[in-house]
Structures are given as C-alpha cells and as structure tokens.
C-alpha cells in the first residue's frame, strides 16, 4: 500500500522522452545515453533503480525522496517531461482502488480519467478503464466528472505486469541527451552571452568544455572566479565542466604594440580562434561555440564575423546569434547566470578597448597588420601554457588547477 497517515507516498517517477521519440534508427542510442545521463545526475541517491522502454523510462525511488530527485531530474535533458507515480498490478480492481485513493486525497471537486493501455491484451480498452475508475470514484466521493478543464486528472498508463497512476506532470529541460551530438569548446568571456550559449549548446546533444582568455595582471582573480562560477552554473547539466585557463597577456601586449588600435579587438579575435582551434583538437573537440549575436558589438558585425572566423576551418556555432539580448537575458537568468554575469569584473577584451573600433574590417588588412609580429610563437606559448580546471557543481570554487 502506498497510503502513510493519510498521504500519498510516490514509489516511482516515470520520464517521458519527448524529442527523442522521433529519432528513428538512432533512437536506441539516445535512450541509452539517457539512461546514461540520468543515473550520473542522480549518483547521490543510493537506493534508486532504473527500468527503459522504447518510450518512457521508469525510475524506482525504493524511499528516496520524490521531490529532491525530481530538483536534479529537471536538468538532464533529453527529458521532455516526467510524473510522479504509483506502480500497483495490471487488475482492474487494484487500478479502481488506488485510483480511488489518489481522489480521496486530493481538495479538488472535479475530475478526468485518462487512461493508456500500452499492454494491448489488457481486457479491457482505453475507454472501458476510463469509466470503470470513474464509476468508482463517482460511487465514493463527491466529486463530479469534468473533461474539459478538470481539477484533478488521473493519468493510467496500463503495461503487461504493472500500472502506473499519475496526477501531474512536470517539465523537462527537454533537448538531446548531452553527449550524443559530440563535443565543442565553449568560449567562456564571463559575460552574460556566452553561459547562455553554452545551456544551449548542452541542450542541443552536444558537451561542451570551456576556454577562457586571462590577462593577469590586467585581469583580476575575482574576474577569473567569476568565470569558475558561471561554469558552475552550467555543470549540473552535464555532471561537469571542465575550464582552460590560457594567459593572453603577452599576445595581447603584442597586439596593441604591432597593430592599428582601430584593428585591436579584431586581431585579438583572430587570435583567440586560432588557440581556440589548438585546443579543440587537442581535446577531440568538433566545434567552437561562442556567445556572439549579430551587430551587439564592433567585432559581432558580419564583416567582422568573416574577417575573425576566416583564421578556422573548424565550425563556429552561435547560438544566441539571432536572438535579442532581452531573450538572452531571460534564459540568463532562468538558469541562474545572470547575476553573476553582471559583476563588474573586467575581462581581457574590457581593458584595452580601443576608442574607436573598426565594424567593417577586411581580411587583407588584418593579415598586412598580423605580418609585423611573430603571433604564431605567441599562440605556441599560450597553448603551452595553458591550464584547466574540472568544475563540478558545488557550493564554490575549490578545485586543483592542472
């Protein structure tokens, strides 16, 4: 029985897969990877259990607590939505009983059954199961029946040994799984932008790990500790996150020293692309993902995109690119980076922000202004140098740098 002093105790959790279930032949894969995924996200509940179909996933709670898991379980995606359920025994009678019992506990007055039958040779139909539970919550209970805009709806979902009953559903991050879309390096600027870049590229199946340009003594320790956090903020949504730190700060004293201050930002661009482009290969990363959006700065107009993206044959994926920055702003702050990201903490591109930047730069003009230095023993340095962090989502920033 799954009644204690007069309240319902959940014993499963079933998931629903959403966008998943129209991945034809690769769908077997994307299960499993979410299966995965879901079992790494809720590691700290020792007791739990876990049961796939082709459609839904079942997770047996065996008294871990429904809601805490459910707070963990709302960050994995690939997840379109999940309920809290009760498991009880393919009989119409015990189904009535326990049906009963969720109406009897609830304040609402008007009900709907919806019932599922996935286990076809069940005796009885959809339609069938829906007035049978009906009629007993109608003969016990004061409640009357409402189908259009219920109060309480009872969702059944009848399988071969077992029936699940439901009274909820809650929202998923929904998505691929992380992971099944390969991996990309996420250029991590500490800004509003970039975090939210990084959600959707996670959203999209694709993990990600960060890379973060640091010009100390230009830039501070806080400023790099912000970065940590918004990695942080991020992680939960694929179990870590793992930060290269790379010192910039010769190359980009070499920039302002050899080149127009018009061109500044645009060199520095090229050359972050150019490291960033070390690194992914070095990390068995298929893409770079920033966090530009067309005309928001200088270097983000589509001139410039062309002259700084020209430096890769890697692919650049933007995903807030055509968004407005209000809409970058509210899933900022739906995943809780946005007060970070306005810390008025200085970056390496904040510093040495020319007075007047160029917005329709041309590639020969910057290659002409590259030629004056030897950048390319600079990038071998910042390469070299480079260390990383592994974030994981704790409380804050206490990780051996490597």
Avoid: W
Wanted: a neutral charge; aromatic letters at 8%; glycine letters at 4%.
């Amino acid at each position: 029985m799954t009644i204690e002093q007069n309240k319902l105790v959940y014993n499963h959790i079933l998931v629903r897969f959403g966008e998943l279930s129209t991945k034809g032949k690769n769908k077997k894969d994307f299960i499993k990877k979410l299966l995965i995924n879901v079992k790494n996200a809720l590691r700290d509940y020792d007791k739990l259990t876990y049961e796939r179909t082709h459609d839904r996933m079942y997770i047996m709670l065996n008294g871990e607590d429904a809601h805490e898991v459910s707070v963990h379980l709302q960050k994995v995606f690939g997840i379109s939505s999940f309920s809290f359920a009760i498991r009880v025994e393919s009989e119409i009678e015990a189904i009535k009983q326990m049906a009963l019992q969720v109406a009897l506990q609830s304040d609402a007055q008007t009900f709907k059954i919806e019932a599922r039958r996935s286990h076809k040779l069940f005796p009885m139909i959809s339609d069938e199961i829906n007035r049978a539970v009906a009629g007993e919550i109608l003969r016990n209970t004061d409640l009357k029946v409402n189908v259009r805009e219920p109060q309480l709806r009872i969702q059944i979902e009848v399988h071969q040994h077992d029936t699940y009953i439901m009274t909820g559903r809650i929202p998923g991050a929904g998505g691929y799984p992380v992971g099944v879309g390969g991996k990309a390096m996420v250029m991590l600027s500490g800004g509003i932008d970039s975090p939210v870049a990084s959600y959707l590229t996670m959203k999209r199946g694709v993990a990600i790990e960060c890379i973060h340009y640091a010009s100390p003594p230009y830039t501070s320790q806080a400023a790099q500790d912000k970065v940590l956090e918004l990695a942080r903020k991020v992680a939960p949504y694929q179990g870590h996150v793992r930060v290269h730190l790379v010192p910039f700060t010769d190359l980009q004293l070499a920039i302002y020293k050899n080149c127009d201050e018009s061109y500044a930002i645009t060199i520095m661009r090229r050359m972050m692309y150019r490291i960033a482009e070390r690194l992914s290969e070095k990390q068995h990363c298929l893409a770079i993902v920033n966090g530009e959006s067309i005309g928001q700065v200088a270097s983000q107009t589509l001139e410039s995109m062309q002259t700084i993206n020209c430096v890769t044959k890697m692919p650049v994926i933007r995903p807030v690119a055509c968004m407005d920055k209000l809409e970058i702003i509210n899933i900022a702050k739906q995943i809780d980076t946005y007060d970070i990201s306005i810390q008025p903490f200085e970056d390496c591109c904040t510093i040495f922000t020319p007075k007047n930047p160029v917005t329709k730069p041309t590639i020969h003009r910057a290659e002409r202004l590259e030629s004056r230095f030897d950048f390319e023993k600079l990038i071998d340095e910042c390469v070299e140098n480079t260390k990383f962090i592994d974030v994981y989502p704790t409380s804050k920033v206490d990780e051996d740098i490597f």
